[in-house]
């Protein structure tokens, strides 16, 4: 179970990271920063959202295929 979470809280920081990389790239409309005013809170949701969405899939996962193996 330890290392479920482990594995899980590692990839969802590496995904969550990239987006947030990736969303400030991107930043089409001005919506994380522009004119030296970075919207710190905007940024930040993205990145949490990824990473909670990451860790649930990789949780249940992992999960699923532990049990598998026991059988």
Same mark, same amino acid.
């Given at each position: 179970m330890k290392n479920n979470i482990i594995i899980s809280t590692i990839i969802g920081l590496i +995904?969550?990271? %990239?987006?947030?990389? +990736?969303? #400030?790239?991107h930043n089409?409309?001005? &919506?994380?920063?522009? &004119?030296? *005013?970075?919207?710190?809170?905007? #940024? +930040? %949701? @993205?990145g949490m959202t990824w990473f @909670?969405?990451?860790?649930? *899939?990789?949780?249940?996962v992992k999960k699923i295929f532990s049990v598998v193996d026991k059988k």
């Open positions: +995904v969550s990271i %990239l987006m947030m990389n +990736v969303a #400030w790239k089409s409309q001005g &919506e994380i920063h522009s &004119e030296g *005013v970075i919207d710190f809170s905007y #940024w +930040v %949701l @993205i @909670i969405m990451t860790f649930i *899939v990789i949780f249940i």
